[in-house]
């Protein structure tokens, strides 16, 4: 069974940093794309990072410069850096996986979904 658990968010002033970790069970996480994902009130879910072991990979224009990817030595956990935040960075944040890779950062193809963790960033 697949499990995923994404927790790290909080309240955090604008320009500050936090880091989001997605747990990972009953899996191989080599044998998987990652992608993080954010939905703010009254948005679309959208792709913020995605990880293709194809070698495509995806970072969204609005977080460029600012967030990056990693995952740990046990490779059971994957990791969301965010750097100066932004008030526009308000958003419940995903990790999620799908079996196939490819080119595109869709919530739409992905299969595996963890609970959303709340990011406030106050101006």
């Known amino acids: 069974e697949v499990q995923l658990q994404a927790s790290g968010g909080g309240l955090v002033q604008a320009g500050g940093s936090l880091r989001l970790s997605c747990a990972a069970s009953?899996?191989?996480?080599?044998?998987?794309?990652i992608g993080w994902f954010r939905q703010a009130p009254g948005k679309e879910r959208e792709g913020v990072l995605c990880?293709?072991?194809?070698?495509?990979?995806y970072t969204a224009d609005s977080v460029k410069g600012r967030f990056t990817i990693s995952s740990a030595n046990i490779k059971t956990t994957v990791y969301l850096q965010m750097n100066n935040l932004k008030p526009d960075d308000t958003a419940v944040y995903y990790c999620a996986l799908r079996g196939w890779p490819g080119p595109r950062c869709s919530a739409y193809e992905y299969d595996y979904w963890g609970q959303g963790t709340l990011v406030t960033v106050s101006s």
């Open positions: 009953g899996f191989d996480v080599d044998d998987y794309d």
């Open positions: 990880i293709s072991s194809a070698g495509k990979n």
